[in-house]
T-cell receptor, first 109, second 114 residues
Framework: SQQGEEDPQALSIQEGENATMNCSYK?????LQWYRQNSGRGLVHLIL?????REKHSGRLRVTLDTSKKSSSLLITASRAADTASYFC?????????FGAGTTVTVRA | NAGVMQNPRHLVRRRGQEARLRCSPM?????VYWYRQLPEEGLKFMVY????????ESGMPKERFSAEFPKEGPSILRIQQVVRGDSAAYFC????????????FGPGTRLTVT
């Protein structure tokens, strides 16, 4: 499997603002998943986007996928303090997932 | 519905001892994955198991590490003769079907080797 690379490494925003983070990968994928990890806890699945989809929404989350550029973005709108976490993308090509170092998002009150 | 359960949550071992980490997947899930996370890093895949079978252990260190998922009971990740470098958080995840699909993660076991 391949590892996604998230960018930026860290992001600090004011509550109510939007947060955008990107993921790049190297080879063809079946799907791409985004996960969130709150400090010291296990990962929580946020959203899965298939390779034939370009955009997907879930609540305040919006994910895009550009297979020609081998990249994805995660947008969190109207951020809240509870969104403070690390966010990881996982390109899906086989049974296992590989995670990059993630984007650490800090939402300031 | 109980989620993925892992125990213990924290484990302290001295160098040379054995560590046993347990994972009970979500009800109805027969696919279990183990990951290791070092401080300030992402999760690294270790092994993928189905009941009584190791499907992919390409991420497991060749020595001292083993995993099983018996017909009855939890999945076990076993680390023999632990060294300081084994200190990490170990996460288990389960899924309902094979393939690159949604995985549900447990809270992790934090292993500290002194």
């Amino acid at each position: 499997s391949q590892q996604g690379e998230e960018d930026p490494q860290a992001l600090s925003i004011q509550e109510g603002e939007n947060a955008t983070m990107n993921c790049s990968y190297k080879t063809s994928i079946n799907n791409l998943q985004w996960y969130r990890q709150n400090s010291g806890r296990g990962l929580v699945h946020l959203i899965l986007i298939r390779s034939n989809e370009r955009e997907k929404h879930s609540g305040r989350l919006r994910v895009t996928l550009d297979t020609s550029k081998k990249s994805s973005s995660l947008l969190i709108t109207a951020s809240r303090a509870a969104d403070t976490a690390s966010y990881f993308c996982a390109p899906g090509t086989s049974d296992k997932l590989s995670f990059g170092a993630g984007t650490t998002v800090t939402v300031r009150a | 519905n109980a989620g993925v359960m892992q125990n213990p949550r924290h484990l302290v071992r001295r160098r040379g001892q054995e560590a046993r980490l347990r994972c009970s997947p979500m009800k109805g899930h027969s696919h279990v994955y183990w990951y290791r996370q070092l401080p300030e890093e992402g999760l690294k895949f270790m092994v993928y198991l189905q009941k009584e079978n190791i499907i992919d252990e390409s991420g497991m260190p060749k020595e001292r590490f083993s995993a099983e998922f018996p017909k009855e009971g939890p999945s076990i990740l076993r680390i023999q003769q632990v060294v300081r470098g084994d200190s990490a958080a170990y996460f288990c995840a389960s899924s309902v079907r094979q393939g690159p699909y949604e995985q549900y993660f447990g809270p992790g076991t934090r292993l500290t080797v002194t």
